[in-house]
């Protein structure tokens, strides 16, 4: 007898956009992240999100040569994740940096309210991402997905 499995898709959603490497950027990707979370009525903290990719953001532009910022968010599987592609080949470095610094601690933020993150290199340089598990109750009407 053959059996026919449904085969789950791992993503739903998916949306990318590019950023001009200047300081509006990130203003501009926490405006794009809010957006996606409310279009696709996913559920998670949607302050979080637009935090940790405006940390990732910030540190493309500081760290890379390239005009241009690439994010790509996609939603499946009861997760979003955002990835922000940048020029730079240097991969980033977490760094326990003291409280009364001015900078250096995107990535203990990104590390500590995230479910997961992580780097990989790319043709172009890198690229930087960070996933966030969804939670129940935080979507409009309770939905535990991103689909239409």
């Known amino acids: 007898m053959d059996t026919m499995a449904l085969i789950r898709q791992t993503v739903q959603r998916r949306r990318t956009f590019s950023l ?5 950027a990130a203003a501009a990707v926490r405006r794009q992240v809010r957006e996606a979370i409310e279009d ?6 949607a302050s979080v999100a637009v935090l940790l990719a405006s940390e990732l953001v910030t540190n ?10 690439a994010v790509f968010l996609s ?4 997760q979003l994740r955002v990835e922000v ?3 730079s080949c ?12 001015e900078a250096g601690r995107g990535l203990m933020l990104v590390t500590s309210l995230s479910a997961d993150w992580g780097c990989y290199r790319t043709p172009s340089g890198k690229a930087v991402f960070f996933i966030l598990a969804f939670q129940a109750g935080t979507g409009r009407g309770g939905s535990r997905s991103c689909a239409r």
């Open 40 to 45: 696709w009525n996913i559920p998670v903290d």
């Open 85 to 87: 592609h940048d020029t």
């Open 90 to 101: 240097s991969m980033p470095v977490l760094i326990d940096a003291p409280g009364d610094v």
């Open 20 to 24: 001009t490497a200047e300081p509006t």
């Open 75 to 78: 939603c499946g599987r009861d």
């Open 60 to 69: 493309a532009i500081k760290h890379a040569a390239g005009a241009l910022v």
